[in-house]
């Protein structure tokens, strides 16, 4: 990655759906432009497209047309599996409903996203997994289960998972979203952690309190960004 | 994903639905264990056939009147009278390939001792009677050449015989009547247990064949002749040479068939052993029927399983999970499943194998081919059925998984 490569970066960006009345358009001709080190909140009404934006991006889906260049890399040339790589080593996920595996301790929720990776660059996937509990604030509780969690620890879990491969970018759609505001508000502190630290974030989010600790803010509706500007409140 | 991790993953999701994974083993289960149970039981009654077999004597040739059955038209070895106390002699003077020979006269008879008295078959035969049969006396003797060729009214009587006349108590030394006649018990047969087809070869009793042929009037007949071949690797000569001398002797022109059968003791083998595999062929079909059902039962399971865990499976492929890692999951899982209820069979064979022993006293024997048979069926039975259900679910689309409910 050369100096000044954005990390997303979208160009008439579409997504429709094929359903029995016909197609549907979902995304209409995206342009975003991501930096590295921006904390993004995507805002706007229900049903305006951003969770399906959310999903292209993390590459969990494909566009319909137009391109869209993660790192650099243009993703619509990638197959299936090149795919899964990807989101393996350049992604983190943190999902509303946690999406931590049942019956499963908080460290091996963490170890996983490392046993996918084929390029095994992690020596010893316990340490790391340790740490980034250590991180997040769970070192106490690895050994718990999700179903011994509250909903703020499993989605520190969650973020832990996130975290632990250092991905070029953070994803979370509504990570607040199942939680009270006293938890979302330690999620969303962790988050502007991270943010300092200088990784890349997008946050689909409806709170304008947590837009408010993102450094830039975009709003979409009807599947077009209809605003985009910068919050001066956050460096 | 290394293989190691798959296992552990398999084992651990194994253990977290402990109960259903029970469920879903027990056909593997009971399918392994009763392919290894039914081996057992075969083999073990396979292995005593051929124990019995070998104990018929060494080099042992039968000859029977009446040609070979063919297609179930001629009426069968032994039912005409087409040998003769001629034919041995014969035999006797100019078969070069056979070291014994004794005639097996037959002579059904009743015997009387005091109050007992017994139906049996009284035999005529030879000083190589024994011999020829691998046979023994337990207490008392054999009749020797003089008394052979003075045909004395002397015999030897087996274990039932003597069982049915005198109990417990030792007959060697009593006289007993045989159709009227009187004659001396000289040796007692040690016990030969039943033969292949369950007949008792103990109730039987041995007289010289010039008694039988001078002093006992009756329904005799020369049911058999017995021969040893000089040489355990010439069996198939001293066969050749007894047919040509009694076609010889019967007068039989080239195109005419034998009207005697010659078996030798690897036919009786073969035909014994036989017999015996196909009832282990018919057990294991039996038993494989339930391993296939066991294996449908996995299927079942996963299927349900890979349904249920449709947001496991999204959450995986989100982390990075190629395809190829979610179907080699689901694989290894039914593998684990099925060789787990594999291991398990074995041993639920093993322990029903020595309870059947206990309980019936069956040879039943378990081999270690049929355990790593059941063991090597019970993995393709985890394959071949796991391989649907995940292929299933590495079909899933990441996102339609993670909003799965
Ligand atoms: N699987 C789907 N089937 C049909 N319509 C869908 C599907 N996913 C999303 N949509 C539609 O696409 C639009 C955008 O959805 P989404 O991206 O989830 O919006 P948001 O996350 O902003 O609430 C909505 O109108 C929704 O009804
Ligand atoms: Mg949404």
């Known amino acids: 990655m050369t100096p000044g490569t954005p990390v997303v970066e979208t160009v008439a960006l579409c997504r429709s759906l094929t359903g029995a009345d016909g197609v549907t358009p979902i995304l209409k001709g995206l342009n975003l ?10 805002m706007g009404p229900s049903g305006s497209g951003k969770s399906t934006l959310l999903n292209i991006l993390g590459c969990l889906d494909r566009p319909s047309s137009g391109t869209y260049r993660l790192d650099g890399v243009d993703v619509g040339g990638l197959d299936d599996d090149a795919l899964a790589d990807l989101r393996n080593q350049k992604l983190g996920f943190v999902f509303q409903g946690f999406n931590l595996l049942p019956r499963t301790s908080a460290l091996e929720n963490v170890i996983l996203p490392m046993l996918y990776d084929r390029a095994q660059r992690y020596a010893d996937p316990e340490v790391r997994a340790r740490a980034a509990l250590e991180q997040v604030g769970l070192g106490h509780r690895m050994n718990h289960h999700p179903s011994q969690l509250s909903g703020g620890q499993q989605q520190r879990v969650a973020v832990a998972r996130a975290l632990v491969t250092e991905p070029s970018l953070l994803i979370a759609d509504e990570p607040t979203g199942n939680l009270d505001s006293h938890m979302g508000q330690e999620i969303m502190a962790l988050f502007s952690s991270l943010h300092a630290q200088g990784r890349t974030l997008i946050i689909v989010t409806h709170e304008p309190d947590i837009a408010a600790v993102c450094s830039r803010i975009i709003v979409l509706k009807d599947g077009q960004i209809v605003e985009d500007r910068p919050n001066s409140a956050v460096v | 994903m290394k293989i190691g991790s798959l296992i552990s993953m398999a084992v651990g999701s194994v253990r977290r639905n402990a109960v259903r994974s029970v469920l879903t083993m027990l056909g593997v289960v009971i399918g392994v264990g009763s392919v290894v149970v039914m081996v057992a039981i075969g083999q073990g009654a396979t292995k005593e056939v051929t124990a019995k077999v070998s104990r018929l004597g060494t080099n042992l040739i039968v000859i029977t009147p009446g040609a070979t059955r063919t297609g179930g038209v001629s009426g069968g070895a032994g039912s005409q009278m087409t ?27 009743r015997v009387v001792a005091g109050g007992a008295n017994w139906r049996t078959q009284a035999l005529g035969v030879s000083l190589d009677y024994l011999k020829i049969r691998s046979w023994e006396v337990q207490s008392g003797r054999y009749f020797d050449t003089s008394e052979f060729q003075s045909r004395r009214k002397v015999v030897v009587v087996g274990q039932t015989v003597a069982q049915a006349l005198f109990g417990e108590e030792d007959p060697v030394g009593r006289t007993v009547r045989i159709r009227e006649i009187p004659v001396e018990i000289i040796g007692l047969l040690s016990r030969k247990g039943p033969t292949v087809d369950g007949a008792d ?3 039987v009793i041995l007289m010289p064949s010039t008694t039988v042929q001078t002093r006992m009037a009756g329904r005799n007949f020369l049911g058999q002749i017995l021969v040893s071949a000089a040489d355990p690797g010439r069996v198939d000569a001293a066969r050749r040479e007894i047919a040509v001398i009694l076609r010889e002797n019967h ?14 003791q690897r036919e009786m ?19 494989s029927v339930s391993l296939v059902v066991g294996g449908i039962g996995i299927m079942n399971i996963m299927l349900v399983s890979v349904t249920e865990r449709t947001r496991e499976i999204g959450i995986r492929r989100a982390l990075g999970a190629r395809r190829r890692d979610v179907l080699a999951q689901f694989l290894v899982e039914a593998i684990v499943l099925s060789v787990l209820g594999g291991v398990l069979g074995a041993l639920l064979g093993v322990g029903v194998t020595a309870a059947l022993r206990q309980v019936t006293g069956w040879a039943a024997e378990v081999t270690i081919s049929s355990i790593v048979l059941a063991m090597g069926f019970s993995v393709g039975v985890g394959v071949l059925f796991g391989w649907w259900p995940a292929r299933r679910a590495a079909a899933l689309e990441p996102i339609e998984a993670l909003r799965f409910q």
Request: proline residues 5%; hydrophobic residues 45%; without cysteine.
């Open chain 2, 269 to 287: 083998a073969e035909l014994a052993q036989g017999t015996t595999r196909v009832m282990t062929l018919l057990l294991l079909v039996v038993a």
């Open chain 2, 83 to 109: 040998l003769t106390m001629d034919d041995l002699e014969i035999l006797q003077k100019e078969a070069q390939e056979i070291s014994a020979i004794t005639p097996v006269l037959v002579a059904p008879s």
């Open chain 2, 201 to 203: 070869q103990d109730d």
């Open chain 2, 251 to 264: 007068r039989l022109s080239p195109k005419d068939p034998d009207d005697f059968t010659i078996k030798d």
């Open chain 1, 33 to 42: 432009r991501v930096e590295k080190g921006e904390m993004l909140a995507i």
